[in-house]
Nanobody
Framework: QVQLVESGGGLVQAGGSMRLSCTASGRISSFIFMAWYRQTPGKERESVARISDGGGTTVYADSVKGRFTISRDNAKNTMYLQMNDLKPEDTAVYYC?????????WGQGTQVTVSE
């Protein structure tokens, strides 16, 4: 089993920055990628960014390219999402995801609210 715990959400003004963290524990070896998703009420959960097991490949949603950066600290089993130039439309619950060949795991989510 894998446990994922997000932290770092909160309230920020538009144009501000925030960093989310996701710490993994349990059987986290040999996964395909880790990722951040977000979801707002009434909408489907959408992929924001993902990073490969080795950290060499990152993929971003068009809406966050140039503003968000995903990274990992393998020694701490922690993934980060640095969010800059935040916009009100970035308001959502952000979820951490870890994908294995068999199975996917989710964190509990952390709320990010960007005010005008």
């Amino acid at each position: 089993q894998v446990q994922l715990v997000e932290s770092g959400g909160g309230l920020v003004q538009a144009g501000g920055s925030m960093r989310l963290s996701c710490t993994a524990s349990g059987r986290i070896s040999s996964f395909i990628f880790m990722a951040w998703y977000r979801q707002t009420p009434g909408k489907e959960r959408e992929s924001v960014a993902r990073i490969s097991d080795g950290g060499g490949t990152t993929v971003y949603a068009d809406s966050v390219k140039g503003r968000f950066t995903i990274s990992r600290d393998n020694a701490k089993n922690t993934m980060y999402l640095q969010m800059n130039d935040l916009k009100p439309e970035d308001t959502a619950v952000y979820y951490c995801n870890l994908r294995k060949i068999v199975g996917a795991y989710w964190g509990q989510g952390t709320q990010v609210t960007v005010s005008e």
